[in-house]
Each structure stands twice: as C-alpha cells, then as structure tokens.
C-alpha cells in the first residue's frame, strides 16, 4: 500500500518553476494556475526568495509544482491508495483524489494565502522548529510565552511552534541559552494559531457553496490524524486546520495502522522525506523513483 504525500510551505525555493518545467503538462497548468488567479505565477517562482516567501505567493506556488509532479505519477502509472498533505499540502492532497479540480485548488490556496496575509500583518508572527524535546515538553514551553502555541507535530524529534514574532524571538533565545535547538522557519505568518481565525472565517465563506466530491481514496486529516472520505467532513476539518493544529507524526503513524508500506513525497523540495527518514519509516521524493518500475 502506497500513499503520496504532499509538502506544505517552506517547500519553495526561486527556480522551482524552471526545475518543474521538465515535466508533462507544465505548460498546460503553469497557463491555467495564471489565467485563473490573474497573475504572472511563473515569473514569482522564478523570482526573488521574499517575494516568493510571502503566504499568497508561496502556497499557489507549491501546489502547482507539486500537482505537476502527481500529474507525472499518474500519466506513469504511479498509483496510490490514501493521501495526506502537510498543512497547504493537504489542498494539494484534496485535488490529487478528486474532491475538486486543479482550477479551483489554485483559486482556493492563492485565497488562503490572502486571507492568512490579512489576519496579520506580515512579519508580526512567525514559527520555529523544537528538535529533540518531546511534544508534552514544548506544550509546556509555549506556556510560558505571549501568543505562542504549538502548531506542528511532524515526527517524534520535532515540534513546531508558532505565534508572535517577538515572543518566537525570546523563545528561540532561551532554547539556546538551555542547549535546546530551536529554528525559526522561512515563513510568513504564525500558521495554525488563533491569529488566524478571521482567514478560517473569511475561506468558509469561499467554500460554503462549493460541492465537494467523495475522494477516490481516503485522505488523513491534519486535524484529527485520521482518515476520511465523507465529503462534509473533509470540508470541515480542511477549513479548521488554518487555525489549528497539525497533527502529521499521528497522521502518518495511522497510515502506518491501516498497512502503508511505501510514502512518496510529491512535490518541490524533500522536508517531508528527511523528516520521516529519521524516523526509520520507508519514504521516497518522487524525482528518486523510475516511474516504470514503480506502478503499482
């Protein structure tokens, strides 16, 4: 059993788009990822790092990359049987199994990426990564902070934590002076918090309407760390993620539950692959296999 694995942001890098055009369609996606949200997305993923590092910027960027590399899976015969994605990664995870199309995906993360934006004026939060401290432990950190809260749990060596940028600043300081290391993240916001509510507020109302289809595979929600395939539901728990939690080391330990044996991260960079590789779990980039030999 195989599951892909979508990367969120953090992922992009200036010259993705070159890197990407090597592959089937680009072309067709790059035009419609540009007609759709009226902006020269290419040149920005070509372009300058802050630019490119902004939230609106950022998350379009990745999900075109990362849907043109599922695109080449699937035209070589790469199959999968349930998915996840990383924060932003789990838009991309959504399209990948056919709850929406390609179109409004880029629509609704360049709209997610706004909204985020506006919750809070670029620069004022941040996130840092907590490595080698346990879960329970940096719980209890944050508490002792204005505005910070744990926002990711990616593996059992790394946390991530998340808030106002002064208070990510004194956090990050005094894991030093606690021989703790600690990392702020190339982001632009204090993802997964409560500053983020009124983006949560402002994306249900994108989405209210919109009728989303029963995925072709089951899809492992940051949210609750476990499987789903109920339209409803899914459209629930992928609006409460903006201001949540991200539950991915329990996301993966459940697909590990329901008999996944291979995961294929699918997308630009490898963050999601060097993560689980520490954790002894069998994970590949997709660029690392011969689409060939690996169909299912």
């Not at 993360?109 to 985020?116: A, C, L, Q």
């Not at 507020?201 to 595979?217: A, G, Y």
Request: aromatic content about 12%; proline content about 4%; charged content about 25%.
């Amino acid at each position: 059993m195989r599951a892909f694995l979508f990367p969120g942001q953090g992922s992009q890098y200036s010259g993705m788009a070159n890197d990407f055009s090597v592959y089937p369609d680009w072309d067709y996606f790059g035009r419609r990822a540009e007609e759709v949200l009226n902006l020269n997305l290419i040149e920005i993923m070509n372009g300058d790092e802050e630019t490119l590092k902004l939230t609106e910027n950022a998350q379009p960027a990745i999900y075109l990359a990362s849907y043109v590399a599922y695109n080449y899976l699937r035209q070589n015969g790469v199959g999968f049987q349930i998915t996840a994605g990383h924060s932003l990664g789990e838009y991309t995870a959504f399209a990948a199994a056919s709850v929406y199309d390609f179109d409004f995906g880029i629509h609704l993360v360049r709209k997610r990426g706004e909204y985020i934006s506006q919750a809070i004026e670029p620069g004022k939060g941040s996130m840092a990564a907590v490595l080698r401290v346990s879960a329970e432990e940096v719980e209890k950190m944050v508490k002792n902070y204005e505005g910070l809260y744990v926002a990711n749990y990616n593996s059992s060596t790394q946390t991530v934590v998340s808030g106002l940028k002064t208070s990510i600043d004194k956090f990050i300081n005094d894991c030093k002076e606690k021989g703790i290391r600690a990392t702020e993240l190339v982001v632009s916001g204090p993802f997964h918090t409560p500053f983020l509510n009124s983006a949560r507020e402002k994306l249900i109302r994108e989405i209210e309407h919109v009728k989303f289809r029963k995925p072709t595979v089951p899809i492992v929600l940051n949210s609750t760390g476990k499987e789903s395939t109920d339209p409803e539901r899914l459209k629930y728990y992928l609006l409460e993620q903006i201001a949540g939690p991200v539950y991915w080391y329990q996301s993966i330990k459940r697909m590990l539950q329901l008999g996944v044996k291979e995961f294929l991260e699918v997308g630009p960079k490898n963050v999601l692959s060097n993560m689980l590789k520490r954790e002894k779990i069998n994970i590949k980039h997709f660029r690392e296999i011969d689409g060939a030999s690996a169909k299912k």
